[in-house]
């Protein structure tokens, strides 16, 4: 129904897939290639400007026990192969690569920030924490700063909070309170994004704008259902998960949404200027 692969679509699979099996090359010899062109918090001693580019061509390549990780890429390029050659073939080339940057672009700057305000307020209060290190105040940051570790890392956090109540004085004990503040503020503030998620969810919002009477076949739904409603609860859900965001979703919701956003703006423009579009 979508019709055959497209020249810059099937490029984009190429660079993509090609990137991700070159970064877990390198990452099986001890060389993080998504640790130089991911995208980092902007207050980040690694934070480079060209990894609003460079961050959408990477993907996670690595599960927990360093397996090589195939669902991140696969779900990105599978979304691109099936909705990317109808756009490209309706917009055109340069359009279509436009519609692609732009998005991926916005959805990093977006995606940072937010992410830029939110780290922020960690950072002050890590840094707080450390010249002050007290019971309530380790409390205070965890019940802020520790939702997203999941529950094994939540009870481990909790348990020492009930010893560092009984021992507040104890050097050792408030040594290890400014070392569990300091590996949460590694985590939630000096990491990288990568991914083309934001770009396939401009595409996502752009076909659904062009194309929103388009019926979809889905393995999961067993009927037909029409483009424009299946955005629409796709990108639902993305406010959701941020919103409620799960112990361990590592997901970067707010890059998602900002794609689909950047593309409902870019569309409305281009239709606005129809008379030079079509």
Known sequence: MFGRLTPLVKNLLIINIGLFFVSFFFLSRGVSLNGLFGLYYIGDDAFKPFQFVT???????ADARGGIYLW????NMFALFIFGPLLEQFLGQKKFLILYLVTGI?????????NYLEVKGLESDYQEYVVNPTPQGYLEFIAEHAKGIGPE????LYNFADEYALNPDNPRVKS????YVRDLY??????SMVGASGAIFGLLAAFALFFPNTELFLLF?????KAKYLVSVYILYEVYAELQRAPGDNVAHLAHLGGALIA?????YWKAKRNDFY
């Open 55 to 61: 961050y959408m061509f990477f993907h996670q390549v």
């Open 72 to 75: 991140h890429i696969f779900g």
């Open 106 to 114: 916005g959805a990093g700057l977006f995606y940072t920030g937010i």
């Open 153 to 156: 890392g939540n009870r481990q």
């Open 176 to 179: 290890q309170s400014v070392s």
């Open 186 to 191: 590694e985590i939630f503030g000096t990491y």
């Open 221 to 225: 739904i067993p009927f037909p259902i």
């Open 264 to 268: 409902f703006f870019l569309v409305r």
